[in-house]
């Protein structure tokens, strides 16, 4: 979300009996001196809850002066000593792992068990991060000519930055932060002003596992934040997660200025379903890729191609399963589906529903009249529906991020793959069939880079890399993975004879 003017969500001055985020640079939690400020609101009861302050640019430079203070002497810290303070980060991330989740729930919306869910996927990263000892090995090569040895060292790039986006506040910022780390990087981080909560408590819960004043610092804001990351001369890499605009924008800006960026932007996945699915199994797993966290993921299904004769039966079922889905506060432990981020997103995604009516799309499950009992001023939207989607439509090619499935039916499974490719964004797509062949096919043909089969939401594995292709990412190397050890490290190559 753009927050350079004053929108939405966007209070001046301190009249709200609520707390104001402070900003944490050079080891010492500091009030910003924004005037302008975000505020962060739990979406399920519509109420404000903290307020996020849009700082300037200004503080960016007092950050990154900390971040560039701190280097030298944690890029000399042992590497051994610096997955130390990652080993205690994992434990205070497990002794605090239900109210983390709990955090993530109340300032996004999404269930208690979706949020358990990321905030586990995040603490893996920090687990791999661990390993640093062996993954930033080099490599060497001895006698290259006669008496001279050539060796290949990794050495960390400097003062990094992190931009989230709202949608996973605790796991995203941790595909990056113990990665850089660990590398022997510093950092500035820069949370999503719509969430900015979670990841202010796992600041605090690092600072109490012996990393030095400045290694890290976090910088609370919006647009300007970003753009004086892109532009600021100490910084030297980038990792952006958001919108597809913003991701290019943040991609060209930051290599412009010299920076090294891995810019992850957004996507429209597609689900193909082909008649020899084993459907028992395959409804639930298409109903969750579609609507679990309210469609707000990177990863989630959006458009559903059934091929064939599969088309009846898929428009049957997830109609049937989708349906059943309880709507409600993520923090109740019946509830299937939470609300959407905020006021203004809810009236973008019924914004959706009306144009793909307006379009001529059959509503085969209509979400807009949900209500919550004692959550009405929650931003709810319930699962919907549209069958004989095209991709001409705006249902059809832009991405919703809510819970709106579009079904647009094909007749074989190279017209699924057609489909997918004229699309411009590539980030996830998965097939169900119990055909390898069909599998395989699809695999390699996919245009996205992470593929399920059988999986409804190829998820990030802290262990393999993470990212999409075509305007899904703005890069080379992905995250975390070993792809994380090549961002955060140059490599140097040192070619010795001794006389
Ligand atoms: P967003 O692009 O609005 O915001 C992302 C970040 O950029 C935030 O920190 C925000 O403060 C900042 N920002 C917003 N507008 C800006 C501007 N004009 N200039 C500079 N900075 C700006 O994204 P969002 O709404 O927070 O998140 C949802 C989007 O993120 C979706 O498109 C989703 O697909 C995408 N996403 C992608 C992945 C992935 O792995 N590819 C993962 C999560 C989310």
Request: with cysteine.
């Amino acid at each position: 979300m753009a927050s350079t003017a004053l929108s939405e969500g966007t209070t001046r001055g301190t009249h709200h009996d609520v707390p104001v985020l402070p900003n944490f640079i050079g080891g010492r939690w500091v009030e910003s001196s924004a005037r302008e400020f975000q505020e962060v609101t739990n979406p399920a009861r519509g109420e404000v809850i903290a307020r996020a302050p849009l700082s300037s640019a200004a503080e960016v430079d007092q950050a990154a002066a900390a971040a560039r203070k701190a280097f030298p002497a944690w890029r000399d810290t042992p590497v051994v000593a610096r997955a130390q303070v990652l080993f205690r980060f994992k434990v205070l991330l497990e002794e605090h792992f239900e109210e983390l989740a709990r955090t993530v729930t109340t300032e996004h919306g999404k269930t208690l068990d979706e949020a358990r869910g990321s905030v586990r996927r995040g603490i893996e990263c920090v687990e791999v991060a661990c390993g640093a000892p062996s993954l930033s090995m080099g490599y060497s090569l001895e006698n290259i000519s006669s008496g001279v040895d050539c060796q290949a060292y990794r050495q960390p790039v400097g003062v990094c930055a992190a931009i989230a986006p709202f949608n996973f506040p605790a796991m995203v910022p941790l595909w990056f932060l113990p990665f850089a780390i660990a590398t022997g990087n510093t950092m500035v981080v820069k949370p999503s002003e719509q969430v900015p909560l979670s990841q202010k408590r796992m600041i605090e819960l690092l600072e109490q596992c012996g990393l030095p004043p400045g290694v890290v610092n976090l910088v609370n804001g919006g647009r300007e934040v970003v753009e004086a990351i892109c532009d600021h001369p100490e910084i030297s890499a980038v990792s952006f997660v958001g919108s597809t605009p913003v991701a290019r924008a943040v991609y060209r800006r930051a290599t412009h200025s010299g920076k090294r960026v891995q810019a992850l932007g957004g996507a429209k996945n597609f689900v193909v379903v082909m008649p020899d699915a084993d459907w028992d199994r395959a409804i639930p797993v298409i109903t969750e890729s579609f609507y679990g966290c309210a469609g707000e993921r990177c990863l989630a299904g959006s458009v559903l191609l059934p091929v064939g004769e599969a088309h009846a039966k898929a428009r049957e079922r997830l109609t049937e399963s989708a349906g059943a889905l309880k709507v409600g506060d993520g923090t109740q432990s019946d509830v299937d589906m939470g609300p959407v981020i905020s006021g203004r997103h809810r009236e973008k995604v019924l914004g959706y529903i009306e144009k793909g009516v307006a379009e001529g799309a059959e509503l085969l499950l209509d979400g807009r009249q949900v209500r919550v009992r004692d959550r009405e001023n929650g931003f709810f939207v319930g699962p919907t529906i549209f069958d004989g989607v095209t991709p001409e439509m705006a249902i059809g090619h832009e991405e919703i991020f809510g819970p709106v499935a579009s079904i647009h039916p094909v007749r074989t499974l190279e017209d699924a793959i057609a489909v997918m490719h004229a699309h411009p964004n590539a980030n996830a797509t998965s097939i169900f069939t119990s055909s390898g062949r069909s599998a395989r096919e699809f695999a390699r043909h996919a245009s996205a880079s992470m593929v399920g089969v059988n999986i409804g939401v190829a998820a990030p594995m802290a262990y393999f890399p993470f990212g999409g292709s075509k305007d899904s990412f703005f890069g080379d190397l992905k995250v975390h993975g070993r792809d994380a050890f090549d961002f955060y490290t140059d490599k140097k190559v040192v070619i010795s004879r001794w006389f």
